[in-house]
């Protein structure tokens, strides 16, 4: 039977009055009175909640969202809503994994700008959450908003600098570099991380580094590469390892790319394509190559044929020694002649 629309408007609005003046109990039960018409009202389901929340009945109030949730998934506000409590329960793990999803919702609907203010939501709470940085840097990027994408590339190459990973620094900076050659906070932070200066602290005062960066060129001690390759140096990347960098360099920009068929027609957006990478490469800093073959194995599979993913992916098979598999993969990205050298090379250990 269907209810009053009369009765639930009058309810909702002395709800609404009773909760301006924190008259809490009162409140609780107009929305009540409003959910009693119309059960399914997420409306008044969410005033209840936060009614409950004022109450500090956090039990009640996750009840009711996650009500919410039953009859519509997508709510991202219900989900906000519960995130909330869990940060202020501490329950940290559960409300990042919330907000993430949160914001993914957000995304998928095009919402981009609640989509980034909620996943900076989940840098309150884990501002070294990897994941979420490449959503946030995706996003800008699909705004047109470069300074806004550049910023966060810097803030994460930070994070991998204080871990010790070069590597994944590279390439953060690689990809801000790809969006602005010329921005002067990308070459302070090239010339900070070249130079083995602090990339936070060369993000404090630009101008002076960048004037440096003439007289640190000609300096003895300066005369090498960027990132400590210096012409001295004894070690000599073998065409596999320059071809696996080239291949890393350009999968870190996947993010940055529109999804239009190239590489074949995907059942994964590229939110989730540069997210599985972005797992991929942690698990094999890890070593745990099988992980990272999953990964990598689930976006080929996806329809996503990119030369440098089937790449990364033969190498995969290779550390575990599933030479099968990877000279598989190795001839379907010869073709692309960046790799060839390294194909090669891989073909001789895939025996």
Not at 183 to 205: C, H, L, M, T, W
Not at 294 to 312: E, F
Not at 316 to 343: P, W
Request: charged letters at 25%.
């Amino acid at each position: 039977m269907a209810g009053s629309k009369s009765s639930y408007k009058e309810a909702m609005l002395m709800a609404k009055t009773f909760a301006k003046g924190k008259n809490w109990l009162n409140a609780a039960k107009a929305f009540q009175a409003a959910l009693k018409q119309f059960p399914n009202d997420a409306r008044a389901m969410i005033g209840l909640g936060n009614v409950y929340r004022e109450l500090n009945q956090f039990h009640n109030a996750i009840r009711v969202f996650q009500r919410v949730l039953r009859h519509d998934s997508t709510n991202y506000m219900a989900l906000m809503k519960i995130g909330e409590i869990l940060v202020f329960l501490e329950r940290l793990p559960e409300a990042t994994k919330t907000f993430m999803r949160a914001g993914n919702l957000c995304a998928k609907n095009g919402n981009l700008d609640n989509a980034l203010k909620i996943w900076r939501k989940v840098l309150e709470v884990d501002s070294n959450h990897i994941q979420v940085y490449n959503n946030i840097i995706h996003a800008y990027v699909r705004q047109g908003d470069t300074e806004e994408a550049i910023s966060a590339l810097i803030e994460l190459a930070i994070i991998f600098e204080k871990k010790g990973d070069k590597n994944r620094v590279k390439q953060q900076l690689q990809g801000a570099k790809h969006l602005a050659p010329d921005n002067p906070r990308v070459k302070a932070a090239f010339n900070a991380a070249g130079y083995g200066i602090s990339i936070e602290e060369s993000q404090k005062d630009v101008n002076h580094l960048n004037s440096l960066e003439s007289e640190i060129h000609s300096t003895e001690l300066f005369k090498g590469s960027l990132w400590g390759d210096d012409d001295n140096s004894e070690h000599v990347a073998n065409p596999l390892e320059t071809a696996l960098q080239t291949a890393r360099e350009e999968l870190v920009d996947v993010m940055l790319d529109d999804n239009d068929g190239r590489y074949g027609h995907t059942s994964l957006n590229m939110f989730e394509i540069g997210a599985l990478i972005t797992q991929a490469f942690d698990m094999e800093a890890k070593k745990r190559h099988d992980e990272a073959t999953t990964l990598l194995q689930y976006i080929v599979d996806s329809g996503y044929k990119r030369p440098a993913v089937m790449l990364v992916l033969a190498n995969s098979y290779l550390k575990q020694n599933r030479h099968d598999e990877a000279r598989h993969y190795l001839k379907l990205c010869r073709k692309d002649k960046r790799y060839a050298e390294g194909v090669n090379f891989a073909f001789l250990e895939a025996v």
